[in-house]
């Protein structure tokens, strides 16, 4: 009997702690090494307003399960406070009607005048904020071992030529050129590096943000089809289902000189204890110097039905712009804040030379958002041009011709 | 039987044995080597020691996401989700049998029919529809609208086991029973049920293995602290630092195994006998 | 002579209790399964994306599935991997079956050890199969180590041959079931057709061949049905080894429709590709299970 | 007063008619026999009678009140299956007490019963065990017990002995026909095999294709069955069947019967209201023992003997009349070998007469 009344009593105590503590569910697929330190960071900051976060993470194909989970869970009628979506994905959720709105947050912080247009752009709905951006990543990044590189005597590649240069020196000194992982995301992300050195911004926006017809089957495609497949031989067999970070260890291990990833590949080399600029270079894909591709991580909040929980979803919309949060968070993933102005006195090189990019590209135009990342089209457009890419990776027989012309039909996937 | 045809014979069925046990092999030796043992060595060569960091690295701390606290919860979760679900399920499954092989009436064999399509059914299509059902009765993301969904769709296959078990007992069985005076209940439980111990065990089994191995729910109906162990093996073994520890990775879809291979391993020739009892047939 | 009719039935709880019993499971199985199977083949005739939505859209989806490669590529690899599975299964379980059946010494632990994939989750072989299938770190890497440098396997990582990985691990993971089955099958031959038929001077293969074998149809039909069904809905068995990769060479019906439903905002197209799997699943089904039912009215 | 009355008693599922018109009255403490082929439907017509399935059509009494709408368990009834239909899981004291059990008789009395049961059937070691280690016939044994601690007003038994090796059966039959003595309780038994039909009976039905095709006692129905298929049916040697024509020589009706070329008119005593049907299509039918072997006599034929079956008190003798295989019951010393010659006389007065038409029984 007195231990009955102690549960009961414990019961009754928990409820009521719970009740103070807003519970913040929050559905992402951050599970690497660099990613996954980095949403630690976000539970600490938000654990110190006193909200309670309930980690829902689904790992596993680039948020594909993830996704499954999201929808059932919203069409059930109880979705997460936040989950992970991004760019014109925001817009599809918005029209489905279950995002709520942040402005009151977006005003009190300040967001309109802290973030970049662009930012702003992406976070709202029909004019008022539906999620808070985390950070901003340069997807058109060259990640380099610059002590293989140096054994052939070479410095990192700034133009294809080069690049295809270089590769064949190293491979002709047994090392591995390029470490490739084979998942239709990485594929999707090389191929976009590709096509913005190959093809040039102009190009790359006609292309994979606006579709256009004509310039997916010209002969510049082609070209661009050409240059992407050349890499494969650069690459090992085993490369067909690896994980970008395993990819990005075998650079860090010296098993290979060069990467094509976004920026988080340097929360691996970091996590790994190496140092920028010493250990391994990181340096814009050959020809993409005066561009920037980028990939915003963002939070989408959904109407809740628990008032409690609002308060929650509001701290975690309120932590995730603020400038603490930005900058430990990005340090961890190895993006830049998104906020204009930030202090990135503790960034590294390659930190402040994305944030310095990034100003510049603002300016000139050349900022371009991330095709392979969900930022330039909706997701079955996305997905059916991921599937031609892939194809043309994987199928040695299929021409760069014939892939311009499946572009070309996959780009009109409604 | 010529002494060399048996010859023969022992060696393929030991042949056969080695390409089941390849892998469980693999797994076993994988999750007991250190990492550097398993970069140096090759994926059948024998561990130079032996050390179980990996399994309690991968039961108490191995990061699944940001916690970091293993498969332990993610293991009770499915011991939650599945000893209700299979034993509702097999309840259901047992009495639905009884009633389709025993109490026919009009258009009981349309019934069984239609209940048995859903064996067939692909899952994919039920996950929407189901979330919204599920979030209606205000239990989604719970273990409790899990273990209901896994009743719902092992209903089927239990209803097949048992009927075809229930088949072969004899009506006059029945009759007798109901001239002794034993009613609907009765005839169930003294005289069908204690006869049914070979189905039950088949049915328990194979309801266990079908609930526990289960992803594609588990993914879609549960949330952070409901979520089952092979989601949670899932997420583990995609959470990677720049070094892929095989051996965790090794060490925790055993652990997710281990259940589902004792029940094999000791109840397995119940399995078979039931199988042998009149489950398979028509 | 048993009846097979219904009993007849007195009072109220006789007449009424086994259909009060039965309601609960039949009023589930015609809502979550009738009713979804509904709701989805409505879906399939709406212009969804994201998230279900009811405007109609007619033929739409089903003209845009049939014009996408990436469908015919998923059907012919259903096709490739139902039929090598299939008949896969069945040779290999059969075989250890019969083996087994010559009152082998250790059979038990031998059943055991045939059985015990089928306990186990897709989820956790796949990390076990992709390692060894895995050119750079298994089989192929062993074959070098031990001296043979021109041996390749690399069926895992090449788009032509990855469909047939599935096989393999698929094989591996229900050909024990199948013995299991057949084991139990042949349990249950009386022994004195074996031995009149060793009186004919019949030897052992031919006996097994001409009379038990056609002696084991229903278990024969039985095995069909479960393993088309696996075949068909096998989901896990790709996610875990190939991911349906590389590209999508790998892919089948099941990890399509999921793929378009839930990661790319299809969920039309999604709808009308399972329309298509579940009318596969009826095609071959409903014919059996009405033979199934008509013998048994029969008995 | 009637123990059971079976009122045209129909069943039928959809198209197919199992029994076409039943009716059956005996009084209490008969013991009714429903015999005939299987298919016949008798075994349909004891579930009905037991409540285990119901009637298309008609009304079945037992005792005094009209059953249909009661269920098995209130009709005062017990059954034995040819299965026996032991539950496996129980043992015999169980098996015996289960029916009890659930109609609430006191423990006390339950046992005084079972004791009283095992005593009357010798089956007192049996009871601790389980029905698989019983053999046949103390399955079968068990299974009466079960039925006997019941004590109701009708016993039914379904084929009970069809499982049994021959000697036993014929133990256990006169062991059921000695508890009918005993126990002076009313008993519908379904067998085909018409010697249990004709050993156990007060009253025999036989039936076939639904329909009883004659209800009477042993002594009716084996001297003068209905039809053509009632008389094939009773009796083993089966009755002969010999085709022919009626006539009439010297004021006599009888029929023309032909052996060895040598044909002969036998008058047909009984048959004089067949007066107006000369040169009708018939069938004579004659039994086996209906045949004496006579040296030589006016009516009797000689025939060749083709086959020769010896029981011991009687020998078979197989051989042809009006070109049809005859068999004739003769005692050893009157029985000659294969290819010998015997005469035949047959006993005409005991001559049944069939239509050749509507096979029904003319005289």
């Given amino acids: ?414 | 039987m010529p002494k060399f045809w048996r010859g023969v014979v022992y060696s393929a069925l030991l042949l056969a044995a080695l390409y089941y046990l390849l892998p469980l092999y693999v797994m076993v030796i994988t999750s007991v080597k250190t990492m550097d043992q398993i970069r140096a060595g090759n994926l059948l060569s024998f561990p130079t020691s032996i050390s179980f960091d990996a399994w309690s690295k991968a039961w108490s701390s191995a990061c699944t996401g940001v916690e970091c606290g293993g498969l332990k919860p993610f293991f009770w979760n499915s011991v939650r989700m599945v000893i209700p679900a299979v034993l509702i399920s097999t309840s259901l499954g047992a009495l639905n049998g009884y009633i389709l092989s025993k109490w026919r009436f009009p258009h009981s064999e349309l019934t069984f029919a239609l209940i048995l399509f859903g064996v067939f059914i692909p899952f994919q299509v039920v996950l929407l529809p189901m979330a919204q059902t599920l979030g209606w009765f205000g239990i989604a993301r719970s273990v409790t609208g899990l273990v209901f969904v896994h009743c719902v769709f092992g209903l089927a296959s239990t209803t097949l086991f048992f009927r075809n078990y229930y088949v072969g007992i004899p009506d006059e069985l029945i009759k007798a029973a109901r001239l002794d005076g034993a009613g609907f209940w009765r005839i169930f439980f003294r005289i069908v049920l204690p006869m049914s111990t070979p189905i039950v065990m088949v049915v328990l089994i194979w309801q266990f293995t079908q609930i526990w191995n289960d992803f594609l729910f588990g993914v879609v109906f549960s949330s952070g602290d409901s979520q089952p162990i092979t989601v949670g093996l899932n997420n583990l073994a995609n959470t990677s630092t720049t070094v892929k520890e095989y051996n965790v990775d090794m060490s925790a879809a055993l652990i997710a195994a281990l259940p589902t291979i004792l029940v094999y391993v000791f109840a397995g020739k119940y399995f078979v006998r039931g199988l042998t009892a009149g489950a398979v047939k028509g | ?299 | 007063m009637g123990a059971l009355a079976i009122k045209n008693v129909t069943k039928s599922f959809g198209d197919t008619h199992i029994l076409k018109g039943i009716d059956i009255e005996i009084d209490s403490g008969q013991f009714l026999i429903l015999v005939g082929p299987s298919g016949c439907g008798k075994s349909t017509l004891m579930n009905i009678i037991a409540g285990l399935e119901a009637p298309t059509t008609g009304e079945v009494h037992i005792g005094d009140r009209m059953v249909n709408n009661i269920a098995p368990k209130d009709r005062d009834i017990a059954m034995v299956f040819q299965s026996y239909a032991l539950y496996p899981t129980m043992n015999v004291r169980q098996n015996i007490a289960f029916g009890m059990e659930t109609r609430g008789v006191p423990k006390k009395e339950q046992e005084e019963i079972i004791a009283r049961v095992a005593k009357m059937l010798q089956m007192d070691h049996l009871l601790d065990r389980k029905p698989s280690q019983l053999s046949g016939g103390q399955r079968q044994r068990v299974a009466m017990g079960r039925a006997l601690a019941r004590d109701p007003i009708l016993f039914l038994f379904d084929e009970p002995l069809s499982n049994l090796d021959a000697k036993l059966r014929v133990e256990m039959r006169t062991e059921i026909k000695q508890l009918h003595h005993r126990l002076k309780t009313t008993i519908v038994y379904v067998t085909h095999d018409q010697i249990e039909a004709m050993t156990l009976g007060d009253k025999i039905a036989v039936m076939k294709d639904g329909v009883i095709q004659q209800f009477g006692s042993p002594q009716e129905i084996y001297e003068q069955p209905a039809n053509l298929f009632v008389a094939s049916f009773i009796g083993s040697p089966s009755m002969n069947f010999i085709p022919c024509h009626l006539a009439e020589q010297a004021g006599q009706i009888g029929v023309s019967l032909q052996s060895e070329g040598e044909a002969r008119f036998v008058p047909l005593p009984n048959a004089a209201k067949l007066a107006g049907q000369v040169g009708k299509k018939v069938i004579l039918g004659l039994r086996p023992e209906q045949f004496d072997a006579v040296e030589n006599s006016e009516n009797s034929l000689a025939c060749k003997v083709h086959l020769t079956e010896p029981t011991g008190p009687d020998t078979m003798v197989l051989t042809q009349l009006n070109g049809i295989e005859i068999c004739a019951r003769l005692h050893p010393r009157d029985a000659k070998g294969p290819g010998e010659t015997v005469r035949l006389k047959p006993d005409m007065t005991k001559a049944v007469v069939f239509d050749a038409e509507t096979e029904t029984r003319l005289a």
């Fill in chain 1, 1 to 414: 009997m007195q231990t009955l009344r102690i549960t009961l009593c414990a019961a009754a105590m928990t409820v009521a702690f719970a009740a103070n503590a807003a519970e913040v569910e929050v559905l992402h697929w951050w599970t690497s090494g660099g990613e996954a330190k980095a949403a630690g960071e976000l539970k600490k900051m938000l654990e110190a307003k006193g909200d309670k976060w309930k980690d829902f993470a689904v790992a596993g194909g680039a948020g594909e399960n993830a996704m499954t989970a999201l929808k059932t869970r919203v069409v059930s009628g109880n979705p997460p406070a936040a989950a992970q979506i991004k760019g014109p994905a925001i817009q599809e959720w918005g029209d489905e009607g279950v995002l709520t709105s942040l402005d009151d947050v977006a005003k009190a912080d300040g967001w309109d005048k802290v973030l970049p247009g662009v930012v702003i752009n992406t976070m709202k709905y029909k004019g008022h904020y539906v999620a808070a951006p985390v950070n901003v990543h340069r997807v058109n990044w060259l990640w380099v071992n610059p002590e293989l590189l140096k054994k052939v005597g070479a410095k990192a590649p700034t133009t294809w030529d080069a690049f295809f240069k270089t590769a064949e020196a190293l491979q002709k000194a047994g090392i591995q050129p390029v470490a490739y992982g084979g998942q239709p995301w990485q594929d999707a992300t090389v191929f976009e590096t590709v096509l913005l050195g190959v093809g040039g911004v102009d190009f790359y926006k006609k292309t994979l943000v606006n579709l256009d017809q004509g310039a997916l089957k010209s002969a510049t495609m082609v070209k661009v089809l050409e240059t992407y497949k050349k890499i494969k031989p650069l690459t090992d067999k085993n490369s067909a289902g690896r994980e970008w970070n395993l990819a990005t260890s075998m650079v860090i291990n010296g098993k290979a000189a060069m990467q094509f990833m976004g920026d988080w590949a340097k929360g691996e080399f970091l996590a790994a204890g190496k140092v920028p600029g010493k250990d391994f270079l990181c340096v814009a894909a050959p020809g993409t110097a005066n561009a920037y591709t980028f990939n915003i991580d963002s939070f989408a909040m959904f109407k809740l039905s628990n008032k409690d929980a609002e308060k929650g979803q509001k701290d975690l919309a309120s932590v995730l712009v603020s400038p603490q949060f930005q900058e430990i968070f990005n340090l961890n993933k190895g993006s830049i804040p998104v906020r204009l102005g930030a202090d990135m006195s503790k960034f590294d090189e390659c930190g402040k030379q994305s944030a310095k990019d990034f100003a510049a590209d603002s300016k000139s135009g050349t900022l371009v958002p991330s095709f392979a990342h969900g930022m330039a089209v909706h997701s079955a457009t996305q997905g059916a041009i991921y599937d031609v890419v892939s194809q043309f990776w994987n199928d040695d027989n299929m021409t760069a011709k014939a892939a311009a012309e499946k572009l070309a039909v996959a780009a009109k996937t409604m």
């Fill in chain 3, 1 to 299: 002579m048993s009846s097979p009719t219904q009993p007849a039935q007195y009072g109220f709880a006789e007449r009424w209790l086994p259909r009060l019993v039965l309601a609960p499971s039949f009023l589930l199985t015609l809502i979550f399964i009738y009713g979804f199977i509904t709701w989805n083949g409505y879906l399939s005739f709406t212009s969804s994306r994201l998230l279900p939505s009811f405007n109609w859209a007619g033929l739409t989806q089903y003209h845009a599935l049939f014009a996408l490669e990436r469908w015919w590529v998923a059907v012919k690899n259903l096709f490739i991997f139902g039929g090598l599975f299939i008949g896969g299964a069945m040779a290999i379980g059969i075989a250890l079956a019969i083996l087994l059946d010559q009152k082998i010494r250790a059979e038990g632990a031998l059943r055991t050890i045939y059985l015990y994939p089928m306990a186990l989750s897709f989820i956790v072989t796949g990390t076990a199969w992709k390692w060894m299938l895995n050119p750079g770190l298994g089989l192929e890497k062993l074959m070098h180590d031990w001296g043979f440098t021109n041996f390749t396997f690399d069926w895992l990582v090449n788009s032509d041959m990855s469909i047939y990985t599935v096989v393999i691990a698929g094989l591996w993971q229900s050909s024990g079931f199948v013995m299991a089955l057949f084991l139990a099958g042949l349990r249950g031959i009386d022994d004195s057709i074996i031995k009149a038929a060793q009186i004919d001077g019949a030897s052992l293969p031919r006996i097994y061949w001409k009379i038990i074998l056609p002696a084991l149809r229903p278990v024969f039909f039985s095995t069909l049905m479960i393993l088309s069904h696996i075949a068909i809905k096998s989901f896990d068995l790709v996610v875990a080894l190939t991911g349906g990769g590389p590209g999508f060479a790998s892919d089948v019906p099941a990890t399509f429709m999921y793929a378009m439903a839930f990661t790319r905002g299809q969920m039309g197209l999604g709808a009308a590709s399972a329309t298509m799997m579940l009318m596969t699943v009826a095609a071959m089904v409903v014919p059996y299970l009405y033979s199934e039912l008509r013998r048994s009215r029969n008995a």
